[in-house]
């Protein structure tokens, strides 16, 4: 079952703007991840958020959660066109026995 | 260091036969995933290994089976495959499991005709 959902589906801008994703869940959260996939293969993992933190960095991306929306966003500042790809937000349940649930994905595609 | 490999890239089955795929993870890597991603449903989650046991298993019928060895690697198994088992499988290891963060395979993409 989807726990995420991603919003918007998908997303068209040109090189050098910003790109903001966002993913809202329904139950409750350990940690939130976000994940990239380019054309069908494997996910590259981003960055994880654990539910007691409020944002985080990471080069160019920040992510931030906020637990009593039950949302998350991800921004990627001064896109690139090799950004363009798939992004996913997923979500954990805690414990080191959990899986993770995934969103249907944002589509970006950068223009150069 | 090396990352998570999957082998077969691609495979074609006939309805009804079965199918072995296999994963090695990243080297020290306990936790293994697997996850199937299709256009329709999305990545859903199959079952998670960690030192040889089998801690979680998702909402798919007992045709799909995992298991993994002492070293880590890890196979699933789908028998009597359907059309809809058409999929892009994807392998992903974690340290110790999801709080770490996991890193994807490339997958393998099974078509089923």
């Known amino acids: 079952s989807q726990q995420g959902e991603e919003d918007p589906q998908a997303l068209s801008i040109q090189e050098g703007e910003n790109a903001t994703m966002n993913c809202s869940y329904k139950?409750?959260?350990?940690?939130l991840q976000w994940y990239r996939q380019n054309s069908g293969r494997g996910l590259v993992h981003l960055i994880l958020i654990r539910s007691n933190e409020r944002e985080k960095h990471s080069g160019r991306l920040r992510v931030t959660l906020d637990t009593s929306k039950k949302s998350s966003s991800l921004l990627i500042t001064a896109s690139r066109a090799a950004d363009t790809a798939s992004y996913f937000c997923a979500t954990g349940s805690g414990g080191s026995q959990g899986n993770l649930i995934f969103g249907k994905g944002t589509k970006l595609s950068v223009k150069p | 260091k090396a990352g998570v490999t999957q082998t077969p890239r691609y495979l074609i089955k006939t309805r009804g036969q079965q199918v072995t795929l296999s994963c090695s993870p990243i080297?020290?890597?306990?936790?293994v995933s697997w996850y199937q991603q299709t256009p329709g449903q999305g990545l859903q989650f199959l079952f998670e290994y960690f030192s040889e046991t089998q801690r979680n298993k998702g909402n798919f019928p007992g045709r799909f089976s995992g298991r993994q060895f002492s070293n880590s690697r890890s196979e699933m198994n789908v028998s009597t495959l359907e059309l809809g088992d058409s999929a892009l499988y994807l392998c992903?290891?974690?340290?110790?499991?999801?709080?770490?963060?996991?890193?994807f395979g490339s997958g393998t993409r099974l078509t089923v005709v």
């Open positions: 080297s020290g890597h306990r936790s």
């Open positions: 992903a290891s974690s340290l110790y499991g999801e709080e770490y963060g996991y890193t």
């Open positions: 139950t409750s959260i350990n940690n």
